[in-house]
Protein backbone atom coordinates (compact mmCIF):
# COMPACT_ATOMS: atom_id res chain seq x y z
CA UNK A 1 0.00 0.00 0.00
CA UNK A 2 1.19 3.90 -0.97
CA UNK A 3 2.80 5.35 2.44
CA UNK A 4 3.02 9.13 3.09
CA UNK A 5 5.75 9.65 5.77
CA UNK A 6 5.49 13.28 7.44
CA UNK A 7 7.61 14.68 10.55
CA UNK A 8 5.73 14.05 13.65
CA UNK A 9 6.69 18.12 14.33
CA UNK A 10 8.02 21.52 13.14
CA UNK A 11 8.25 24.41 15.79
CA UNK A 12 8.39 27.65 14.50
CA UNK A 13 8.63 31.56 15.78
CA UNK A 14 5.32 33.73 15.13
CA UNK A 15 6.29 35.58 12.09
CA UNK A 16 8.78 33.02 10.74
CA UNK A 17 8.26 30.47 8.13
CA UNK A 18 7.07 26.65 8.06
CA UNK A 19 7.80 24.20 5.98
CA UNK A 20 6.26 20.59 6.66
CA UNK A 21 6.76 17.66 4.05
CA UNK A 22 5.13 14.75 3.03
CA UNK A 23 7.43 12.11 1.72
CA UNK A 24 5.94 8.97 -0.79
CA UNK A 25 6.90 7.23 -3.83
CA UNK A 26 6.90 9.19 -6.70
CA UNK A 27 4.69 11.57 -5.19
CA UNK A 28 4.70 13.99 -7.48
CA UNK A 29 2.95 12.42 -10.25
CA UNK A 30 -0.08 12.60 -7.73
CA UNK A 31 -2.06 15.22 -6.84
CA UNK A 32 -1.64 16.38 -3.02
CA UNK A 33 -3.88 17.89 -0.76
CA UNK A 34 -3.23 19.14 2.88
CA UNK A 35 -5.64 19.38 5.71
CA UNK A 36 -5.05 21.46 9.18
CA UNK A 37 -6.96 20.17 12.56
CA UNK A 38 -6.86 22.04 15.32
CA UNK A 39 -8.05 20.53 18.79
CA UNK A 40 -11.28 19.01 19.02
CA UNK A 41 -12.17 20.43 15.74
CA UNK A 42 -12.84 18.39 12.28
CA UNK A 43 -9.93 18.77 9.62
CA UNK A 44 -10.48 21.51 7.25
CA UNK A 45 -8.74 21.98 3.31
CA UNK A 46 -5.76 24.14 3.03
CA UNK A 47 -4.38 23.23 0.26
CA UNK A 48 -5.72 21.15 -2.61
CA UNK A 49 -4.22 19.49 -6.04
CA UNK A 50 -0.85 20.64 -4.75
CA UNK A 51 -0.36 24.28 -4.78
CA UNK A 52 -4.38 25.48 -5.20
CA UNK A 53 -5.99 27.07 -2.04
CA UNK A 54 -9.84 26.39 -1.40
CA UNK A 55 -11.85 30.47 -0.74
CA UNK A 56 -11.15 31.54 2.67
CA UNK A 57 -8.07 29.96 3.12
CA UNK A 58 -5.02 32.74 3.67
CA UNK A 59 -2.37 33.36 1.12
CA UNK A 60 0.50 32.25 3.95
CA UNK A 61 -0.75 29.28 2.88
CA UNK A 62 0.74 27.27 0.12
CA UNK A 63 2.01 24.00 -1.62
CA UNK A 64 4.00 22.52 -3.56
CA UNK A 65 4.55 18.81 -5.05
CA UNK A 66 7.59 17.61 -7.06
CA UNK A 67 9.98 13.86 -7.23
CA UNK A 68 9.06 12.01 -3.78
CA UNK A 69 8.51 15.21 -1.76
CA UNK A 70 5.47 17.74 -1.95
CA UNK A 71 5.61 20.85 0.76
CA UNK A 72 2.96 22.72 3.06
CA UNK A 73 4.31 26.02 3.82
CA UNK A 74 3.12 28.63 5.97
CA UNK A 75 4.40 31.83 5.97
CA UNK A 76 4.58 34.72 8.52
CA UNK A 77 3.40 32.27 11.28
CA UNK A 78 1.08 32.84 13.39
CA UNK A 79 -0.11 31.43 16.78
CA UNK A 80 -3.14 30.79 15.24
CA UNK A 81 -1.75 28.07 12.88
CA UNK A 82 -0.68 26.11 15.69
CA UNK A 83 -2.72 22.85 15.00
CA UNK A 84 -2.30 19.48 13.56
CA UNK A 85 -1.20 19.19 9.22
CA UNK A 86 -2.16 15.77 7.42
CA UNK A 87 -1.14 15.40 3.51
CA UNK A 88 -3.20 13.10 1.63
CA UNK A 89 -3.73 11.19 -1.61
CA UNK A 90 -5.54 9.01 -3.59
CA UNK A 91 -3.80 5.86 -4.60
CA UNK A 92 -5.17 5.22 -7.73
CA UNK A 93 -3.60 1.63 -8.23
CA UNK A 94 -5.43 0.56 -4.91
CA UNK A 95 -8.76 2.79 -5.13
CA UNK A 96 -8.06 4.00 -1.54
CA UNK A 97 -7.30 7.00 0.16
CA UNK A 98 -4.35 7.89 2.33
CA UNK A 99 -3.44 9.98 4.44
CA UNK A 100 0.07 11.08 5.67
CA UNK A 101 0.93 10.53 9.36
CA UNK A 102 0.65 13.90 10.40
CA UNK A 103 2.81 16.80 11.59
CA UNK A 104 2.20 19.21 15.08
CA UNK A 105 2.79 22.73 14.64
CA UNK A 106 3.95 24.19 17.56
CA UNK A 107 4.28 28.32 17.82
CA UNK A 108 6.47 29.33 19.97
CA UNK B 1 -24.07 27.23 4.12
CA UNK B 2 -22.81 23.51 3.41
CA UNK B 3 -23.55 21.57 6.51
CA UNK B 4 -22.76 17.74 7.06
CA UNK B 5 -24.05 16.47 10.56
CA UNK B 6 -23.34 12.91 11.40
CA UNK B 7 -25.48 10.65 13.58
CA UNK B 8 -25.76 7.34 15.11
CA UNK B 9 -22.29 6.87 17.32
CA UNK B 10 -22.26 5.40 20.58
CA UNK B 11 -21.22 2.18 22.47
CA UNK B 12 -21.10 -1.12 20.84
CA UNK B 13 -19.99 -4.33 21.99
CA UNK B 14 -17.07 -6.50 19.96
CA UNK B 15 -18.59 -8.64 17.04
CA UNK B 16 -21.74 -5.74 16.90
CA UNK B 17 -23.11 -3.18 14.18
CA UNK B 18 -23.86 0.13 13.90
CA UNK B 19 -25.46 2.54 11.09
CA UNK B 20 -24.10 5.96 10.98
CA UNK B 21 -25.72 8.62 8.83
CA UNK B 22 -24.77 12.01 7.44
CA UNK B 23 -27.09 14.39 6.84
CA UNK B 24 -26.03 16.75 4.28
CA UNK B 25 -27.59 20.17 3.44
CA UNK B 26 -26.69 23.50 2.01
CA UNK B 27 -25.57 22.13 -1.52
CA UNK B 28 -26.34 20.02 -4.34
CA UNK B 29 -25.90 16.52 -2.65
CA UNK B 30 -26.37 14.51 -5.96
CA UNK B 31 -23.38 16.13 -7.36
CA UNK B 32 -20.44 15.36 -5.12
CA UNK B 33 -18.86 12.19 -3.92
CA UNK B 34 -19.37 11.32 -0.37
CA UNK B 35 -16.66 9.82 2.09
CA UNK B 36 -16.25 8.14 5.66
CA UNK B 37 -12.86 9.15 7.37
CA UNK B 38 -12.04 7.93 10.81
CA UNK B 39 -9.50 8.99 13.75
CA UNK B 40 -8.97 6.81 16.48
CA UNK B 41 -8.68 8.46 19.83
CA UNK B 42 -5.09 10.60 19.52
CA UNK B 43 -4.24 8.99 16.47
CA UNK B 44 -4.27 10.29 12.87
CA UNK B 45 -6.78 10.35 9.96
CA UNK B 46 -7.89 7.69 8.37
CA UNK B 47 -9.59 7.09 4.92
CA UNK B 48 -12.28 4.85 5.70
CA UNK B 49 -14.92 4.26 1.96
CA UNK B 50 -16.25 6.42 -0.96
CA UNK B 51 -19.02 6.74 -2.89
CA UNK B 52 -19.83 7.55 -6.28
CA UNK B 53 -22.58 10.69 -7.23
CA UNK B 54 -24.89 7.84 -8.25
CA UNK B 55 -23.76 5.55 -5.93
CA UNK B 56 -22.33 3.41 -8.98
CA UNK B 57 -19.11 2.89 -7.33
CA UNK B 58 -17.57 2.24 -4.05
CA UNK B 59 -14.67 2.06 -2.36
CA UNK B 60 -12.86 1.00 0.92
CA UNK B 61 -9.88 0.45 2.97
CA UNK B 62 -8.90 -2.97 3.34
CA UNK B 63 -9.52 -3.24 6.68
CA UNK B 64 -13.31 -2.62 6.55
CA UNK B 65 -13.95 -4.81 3.86
CA UNK B 66 -16.56 -7.26 4.08
CA UNK B 67 -17.65 -5.76 7.08
CA UNK B 68 -18.35 -1.91 6.45
CA UNK B 69 -20.90 -0.73 3.39
CA UNK B 70 -21.29 2.86 2.32
CA UNK B 71 -24.12 3.75 0.86
CA UNK B 72 -26.67 6.82 0.20
CA UNK B 73 -30.12 8.30 -0.71
CA UNK B 74 -30.21 11.35 -2.86
CA UNK B 75 -33.73 12.48 -2.75
CA UNK B 76 -32.87 12.52 1.26
CA UNK B 77 -29.42 14.36 1.01
CA UNK B 78 -28.21 11.81 3.34
CA UNK B 79 -24.58 9.08 3.44
CA UNK B 80 -24.70 6.03 5.30
CA UNK B 81 -22.15 3.66 6.78
CA UNK B 82 -23.43 0.45 7.74
CA UNK B 83 -20.64 -0.87 10.08
CA UNK B 84 -20.84 -5.12 11.21
CA UNK B 85 -18.76 -7.63 13.35
CA UNK B 86 -17.08 -4.17 14.94
CA UNK B 87 -13.81 -4.65 16.56
CA UNK B 88 -12.09 -3.01 18.88
CA UNK B 89 -9.64 -1.18 16.53
CA UNK B 90 -12.41 0.23 14.68
CA UNK B 91 -13.18 2.58 17.77
CA UNK B 92 -12.83 6.08 16.55
CA UNK B 93 -14.39 9.02 15.53
CA UNK B 94 -16.05 8.90 12.30
CA UNK B 95 -16.18 12.24 9.80
CA UNK B 96 -18.17 12.16 6.91
CA UNK B 97 -16.89 14.66 4.59
CA UNK B 98 -17.80 16.21 0.91
CA UNK B 99 -15.33 16.76 -2.33
CA UNK B 100 -13.86 14.10 -5.32
CA UNK B 101 -13.05 11.33 -5.50
CA UNK B 102 -9.77 11.81 -3.95
CA UNK B 103 -10.23 15.19 -1.95
CA UNK B 104 -12.70 16.34 0.92
CA UNK B 105 -13.65 19.83 0.99
CA UNK B 106 -15.73 19.87 3.74
CA UNK B 107 -16.29 17.73 6.51
CA UNK B 108 -19.26 17.75 9.18
CA UNK B 109 -18.18 17.70 13.28
CA UNK B 110 -18.08 14.15 13.63
CA UNK B 111 -19.41 10.76 15.54
CA UNK B 112 -17.82 8.61 18.24
CA UNK B 113 -18.00 5.02 17.73
CA UNK B 114 -16.38 2.78 20.53
CA UNK B 115 -16.43 -0.79 20.55
CA UNK B 116 -16.06 -2.48 24.05
CA UNK B 117 -17.22 -5.13 26.27
Known amino acids: SYVLTQPPSVSVAPGQTARITCGGNNIGSKSVHWYQQKPGQAPVLVVY???DRPSGIPERFSGSNSGNTATLTISRVEAGDEADYYCQVWDSSSGTGVFGTGTKVTVL | EVQLVESGGGLVQPGGSLRLSCAAS????????MSWVRQAPGKGLEWVAN????????YYVDSVKGRFTISRDNAKNSLYLQMNSLRAEDTAVYYC??????????WGQGTLVTVSS
Open chain 1, 49 to 51: DDS
Open chain 2, 51 to 58: IKQDGSEK
Open chain 2, 97 to 106: ARGRQDRFDY
Open chain 2, 26 to 33: GFTFSSYW
